[in-house]
């Protein structure tokens, strides 16, 4: 499971002139997913975690979600899509059971000590990747592009700015974390400089989703973690000083127009507060969304089928056609308002409690830890948090959301060990230990 999360985000093929991100990843996905529950049927015994209840409310909540999305998609005029997704985005029912199946095996499969250095694995794998995409920026990559070319904006190895964008938010707010979190100076420079670089990258993707995800997940840091710790003043502020000074450096010395990216983030809310749309606010998202909000009542029970937003948006409506052209809308572009059309209410509200579950608990264990796992986990809950806020504007993909799946699962773990830890001494801890060691290795 570790080793299959750190390279997920190299995986990719080569074809007939165009480079393939998603097909390969979920390829990549499948066969592992399927492989470890082959194991895992075969070894069954072994499936009993060391935490005293082998099944959580997790699991329940786990099974739950996935339930809603195999009736819907049972249920579904368009059954083929609805379990193997259309063509491009591979979301239907299997994929959804592929991402549950990472979230589970993240937080009971992962060796303790690995969930913890699965964090820093993040960030140095993000670090070729963010190098890549300033590559692409300058039209350097050796790779083809093909018939999608976004021109100067990076999309590194994901196929779009926008999935580039969800990915650096996490890892980004990652290497912000671990760079508050260690003491020695050689470290601090080398996460000060990944979280730098990965920045810049960012920067190149031009996905303001991504950026306005990152700002909240920065002040998350600055009030949990920063904020009442004095000695990360100093650190902070010279990271904080120096993204702004590259933003700056970047703006002046290319025509990307970045600057004024960004306040468009603010100039088109200010439009349509007062009623000054043209319907291209948010690259035509706010016109989608109008379009799609009647959709949630009508599919309000169990939605229209997993990923098959495309059939049921009104792709044919006068207004949508003069604004956005001849694009077949296949996505609400707003994660939330996805589910809930295309697998239910209930499907959404089933999501949003798992997430707030994790959340819950991980604010619980910061507790009952150590100042440095305090840190590392209030950094998870900005990484969550800064991924929720990018999603409202952007689109759950195969190319990245098996990495937030394995977040969530790795955050839910350890907070659940440090919870368990804190009730146990002595030798109950040594046990604790010893029991999930074994499990670990007999798999």
């Given at each position: 499971m570790y080793y299959f999360i750190l390279l997920f985000p190299f995986i990719f093929f080569?074809?007939?002139?165009?480079?393939?991100?998603?097909?390969?990843?979920?390829?990549?996905?499948?066969?592992?997913?399927?492989?470890s529950w082959i194991l895992l049927l075969l070894k069954r015994h072994y499936w009993s975690s060391c935490f005293k209840k082998p099944i959580s409310i997790m699991e329940i909540m786990v099974v739950g979600f996935i339930g809603l999305a195999a009736i819907s998609a049972l249920l579904s005029e368009h059954k083929l899509t609805s379990f193997f997704g259309s063509i491009l985005r591979y979301e239907g029912l299997l994929t959804i059971v592929a991402y549950c199946s990472v979230f589970l095996f993240s937080y009971r499969l992962i060796e303790f000590q690995k969930q913890t250095k699965l964090v820093i694995a993040f960030i140095l794998c993000a670090i070729p990747i963010s190098l890549y995409g300033i590559l692409q920026h300058f039209r350097l990559e050796p790779l083809p592009r093909g018939t999608f070319d976004f021109g100067?904006?990076?999309?590194?190895?994901?196929?779009?700015?926008?999935?580039?964008?969800?990915?650096?938010?996490?890892v980004f707010l990652m290497a912000c974390v671990v760079f508050l979190s260690r003491n020695r100076g050689r470290l601090i420079n080398f996460y000060f400089a990944a979280a730098c670089l990965i920045f810049l990258s960012m920067i190149f993707t031009s996905t303001r989703s991504a950026w306005l995800g990152t700002f909240v997940g920065v002040v998350g840091l600055t009030i949990l973690v920063v904020r009442k710790r004095k000695e990360l003043w100093g650190r902070w502020g010279t990271l904080l000083a120096s993204l702004g000074l590259i933003f700056m450096i970047t703006e002046s010395a290319g025509d990307g127009g970045y600057l004024n990216r960004l306040l468009t983030t603010i100039i088109e809310p200010y439009n349509i507060v007062t009623e000054q749309e043209t319907g291209m606010e948010g690259s035509g998202r706010f016109l989608i969304w109008q379009k799609s909000l009647p959709l949630v009542k009508e599919y309000f029970w169990i939605g229209s089928g997993p990923d098959t937003f495309k059939y049921v948006y009104p792709?044919?409506?006068?207004?949508?056609?003069?604004?956005?052209?001849?694009?077949?809308?296949?996505?609400?572009?707003?994660?939330?308002?996805?589910?809930?059309?295309?697998?239910?209410?209930?499907?959404?509200?089933?999501?949003?409690?798992?997430?707030?579950?994790?959340?819950?608990?991980?604010?619980?264990?910061?507790?009952?830890?150590?100042?440095?796992?305090?840190?590392?986990?209030?950094?998870?809950?900005?990484?969550?948090?800064?991924?929720?806020?990018?999603?409202?504007?952007?689109?759950?993909?195969?190319?990245?959301?098996?990495?937030?799946?394995?977040?969530?699962?790795?955050?839910?773990?350890?907070?659940?060990?440090?919870?368990?830890?804190?009730?146990?001494?002595?030798?109950q801890k040594e046990n604790l230990t010893q029991v999930k060691n074994q499990q670990i290795k007999a798999m």
């Open positions: 080569v074809f007939g002139g165009e480079t393939h991100y998603s097909l390969g990843k979920l390829v990549y996905l499948f066969v592992f997913v399927l492989s100067p904006s990076s999309i590194g190895l994901f196929g779009n700015p926008n999935f580039f964008g969800s990915y650096l938010v996490m792709n044919q409506d006068m207004e949508s056609k003069e604004v956005l052209g001849e694009i077949i809308i296949d996505k609400a572009h707003n994660e939330y308002l996805q589910i809930a059309i295309t697998m239910g209410v209930p499907a959404l509200l089933v999501y949003l409690a798992l997430v707030g579950i994790i959340l819950i608990r991980a604010f619980k264990a910061v507790r009952v830890v150590a100042e440095q796992q305090k840190i590392i986990l209030y950094g998870l809950i900005c990484v969550i948090i800064g991924y929720l806020v990018q999603a409202f504007f952007n689109i759950s993909v195969v190319t990245v959301a098996p990495i937030y799946w394995s977040i969530l699962g790795v955050t839910f773990g350890l907070s659940t060990h440090y919870l368990q830890a804190a009730k146990l001494t002595g030798e």
